[in-house]
């Protein structure tokens, strides 16, 4: 009889809160300054305020860093998955659960401040050639907009920089302000080179989400924790962090 009681004891266990918590799993891409690896070690804007989040709800889900496509897949198909760090769009609104905002962000194209400037949609739509990245909300959003000049090649944001740098295209759209602050540190891109035109493709907030098929009340203990950070201004203080650091 007491092996019988142990052994209930033990399926109580296994079934319980802790182990359910468990089967959750967190997914997010190479986007800096919100998501990236810096020596072999995920960093982040976004990933510190998650892990700030699990510290306060007592979670200790696994973060994978995947291909951006990828990770937006597995969020949609695989159950019990959050993503971070993804722009709530109407089109997606119905898709996920959120926990939000974190920051509202926009994207401006940019160009070579010595080229000939470019400052209206326009001219935008009758350049030769924009460059942005090959796949996401970037080139679908500039489709959606009318634009039949893009050159979808970029398979990394790099790859922005340095192909406009070389002379391989003469605007690029791909990252926030703060991304491309990000981007001009890394590649030692001198104060000045680059030019913001003055043209906002798109504002909206980043989210964490959440696949459908997650409980109600984890959601809601990550948005309570989530509050708590703002109130408390660590939120502010990690993207203050950021921010100077990313200063070109």
């Known amino acids: 009889m007491r092996h019988s009681i142990s052994a209930a004891a033990l399926l109580c266990l296994l079934l319980g809160t802790d182990v359910r918590a468990e089967q959750y799993q967190i997914v997010t891409e190479e986007w ?57 769009t109407p089109e997606r609104e119905s898709l996920f659960k ?10 401006h194209p940019y160009q070579l401040a010595k080229a000939p400037p470019v400052n209206s949609l326009e001219q935008l739509l009758h350049a030769p050639q924009i460059t942005t990245r ?14 039949n000049n893009l ?18 295209t ?10 491309v602050a990000y981007y001009s540190r890394q590649l030692n891109i001198a104060p000045g080179t680059l030019r913001k035109i003055p043209i906002e493709l798109y504002r909206s ?20 924790a989530l509050e708590q950070l703002r109130r408390s201004g660590e939120l502010e203080r990690i993207r203050r ?8």
């Open 151 to 168: 050159d979808k090649s970029a398979t990394e944001s790099k790859q922005l920089y340095r192909m406009l740098l070389a002379g391989r």
């Open 241 to 248: 962090r950021y921010e100077e650091q990313v200063e070109p």
């Open 32 to 88: 800096a300054p919100y998501n990236y690896q810096e020596n072999n070690r995920l960093t982040g804007m976004t990933t510190e305020i998650v892990r700030a989040i699990m510290a306060l709800t007592g979670d200790d889900f696994e973060v994978l860093l995947q291909p951006s496509m990828r990770a937006t897949q597995i969020l949609k198909h695989r159950p019990k998955t959050i993503m971070y760090s993804l722009f709530r």
């Open 170 to 179: 003469d605007i690029i759209v791909g990252d926030t302000d703060a991304g």
């Open 98 to 107: 959120w926990v939000g905002p974190i920051v509202e962000e926009s994207i």
């Open 134 to 147: 090959h796949a996401g909300l970037v080139p679908t959003m500039l489709l959606s907009l009318g634009f």
């Open 205 to 224: 907030s980043l989210y964490i989400a959440f696949s459908l098929d997650s409980e109600d009340e984890v959601v809601a203990a990550w948005t309570k």
